[in-house]
């Protein structure tokens, strides 16, 4: 035997004072008999049958009270096993790598806030597989498709700011990494999250667009950065800033968010470009989506589902109470 809800238990010690409070409005009432002078009513009654009338009352109150109790507090006895069905979507996430993803012009860098927005995510998914691919120039998979999500945690906590230090990048290197590690069996419950400012020195790839389109893999992207942007922080070998990146004519070279690219892909995947923002709304807005996908049968689990017993002191509450109002009503006709 347990209880789903055992706090409701503490209710228990209500009882007795619920007992003692219907018993001692019976005895005021016979007072009240005995001091307006009703000797016929009270005669009507043998010496022991009165008070024990009130008591049969108080006792009914006090039980109803506590099979009431026990009901809400849903006492549960014997289980079964009942499978679950497991549904959901394949996701992809792919953080980028390059050496912009250092500028600072969101906080506290670019970088972090992709690590920090991919935290979120993998934190609000339910029933999603989800797996996470790096990229600067070219892109590889970290952490394939899996329901583990404290595995992705830990790989995406494992992500510092010395990850980001790659030149150049190519963001249809993702995009071949999915064509690849998505079953096409698969392609319409999934999808590629692309967390990058834009920036792409890699060209376009049109066959890869070309075959993400006729697979049906959706492509959404967060842009991260901002149209002003901001420079570029070089570092030595212990992590410590010495001055910004420069072009050959040594001018500070300034990283902005680039989201035509990004835009164009999403819309030719049929997938979403969001920006992110201080509130981060972008996350949200990218769960709905999610939820509104397609979703396809992961697995089948089995849990254990204990069985409800709360009926049985619902139904004897209910005997308990009718046997209260019977001895009130028969109560209430000897004292008229």
Known sequence: MRFSAPFFLYLLIIAPVIFFISLGVGKKRIREFAGLGKTHTLNRFSNRDFPMNYRLESLYISIVFMLFILSLSR???????????????????????????????VKPNRFVRAKITTLELVKSLQGDRVGLILFAGDAFVLCPLTTDYDAVITFTNSLDSQT?????????????IALNSIKPQEDKYALLLLLTDGENTGGVDEKVLRDIQKRGIKVFSIGIGTKNGAPIPVYDDNMKRIGYKKDFNGKVIVSKLEDILLKEIAEKTNGYYFETGDKMNEIKQFLATVQAMKKRELETKEYTVYEERFQIPLALGIIFLLLYIISIVKTKSRES
């Open 75 to 105: 006492p549960q006895a014997g289980t079964r096993l009942e499978p679950v069905k497991i549904t959901g979507s394949d996701i992809y996430i792919a953080i980028d790598l390059s050496k912009s993803m250092t500028a600072e012009d």
């Open 164 to 176: 980001a230090v790659a030149s150049g990048t190519n963001l249809f290197a993702p995009l071949e």
